[in-house]
């Protein structure tokens, strides 16, 4: 006879199949709902669980999701995980039940410079972001990370922004790094979901190795991650974001399906390989707020797989292997 499990596994499955049917069916406005309710009590409030988890934080009702979370959830006595159930649905999304159960369901995969083609094709607009800056006489940039994981991007974008003030003359490298002339000011915010991965910002220190942050070790981006002592005698070498990109940039909590969009917008913003885990009714969600987080004339920046929504509010802008959006001056 199989495993409990396996059999519950395989009653989620038929559950499973039937809501892919419904979501290629189209994509819906409506928060996604399993359609066939499985006949196995355990199933039933994975099912439950996990549509909760897609309507605060926008991650698919999935297959993986679901054996996932079935495994995790296997040693639970049944009586217990309903009545978890139960409390949960009366909790907010900030709610650290609700967290703790999103966590163990996103995937923090990141490292510095990914996807170079599409970064180098960003610092090639900064100049232009510079002067226009400039030109408003606020001397200000505004740079927004979403779904940040543990900072590699936010602290990239400080990277390429740096050399691109240094390079125009707004910045001087001395030896503690590069220094802003006044009044110029760069403000890089990273922002996720899980709370573990902004503490890994916070502190940016990074190991090194294969399959490591450290994917890409030219000298340019190496200069700005200098190494950092080693705890013990077996650990691996590390890196840490040099004093002049952490000041430029600070972390804070945001959930893109639950909380309000900040109160200004920036100048880009970026939100790669997040979308690629929500259900269709979320990543339209997560895209309205992301459109009007860019400022008009503003950048914003996706993951290679997803696809634009919000086609008529931004151009597309193409480079070998890259694509960036521009939002319309005159979107309003
Ligand atoms: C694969 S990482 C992408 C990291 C980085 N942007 C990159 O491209 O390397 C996806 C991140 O999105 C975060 N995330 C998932 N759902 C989110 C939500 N509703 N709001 C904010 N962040 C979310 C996850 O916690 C995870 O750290």
Redesign the pocket.
Known sequence: MAHPIENTLALLQDAMIAHQQALARGPSTEPSQPVAEPRDLRAQLVLRLLTGVEMR???EVSQPAAEKLLRLLAAIDIGELEAWAAKLDTLPASHPEWLSL?ESL??????VM??PSQLAFFAAQLPALIAEAAASKFYLLRFW??????G??AYSIAALTLDAMVASGNAVVTETGANLVAPWQIEIVG????RL?LTQAQAGIYDTGPLSSFRDESEPTLRHFPSVPAIGANSVARRSASPDLKATVSFSH?????DPMPAEPFDTV?????LI??SAR?RKH?QETLRRAVRPGGYLLL?PTDTLIETEAFEALWAPGAVIYRRRKDDA
Do not use: K, L, Q, W
């Open positions: 934080a926008g991650i999103i996103t995937v923090h995969e990141t490292y990914r996807d990370s979403v779904g940040c994981a543990t590699e991007e922002s996720d979901i899980s991965a945001f959930n893109i399906i639950d970026f939100c790669r390989n997040v885990y929500f979320a997560a993951g």
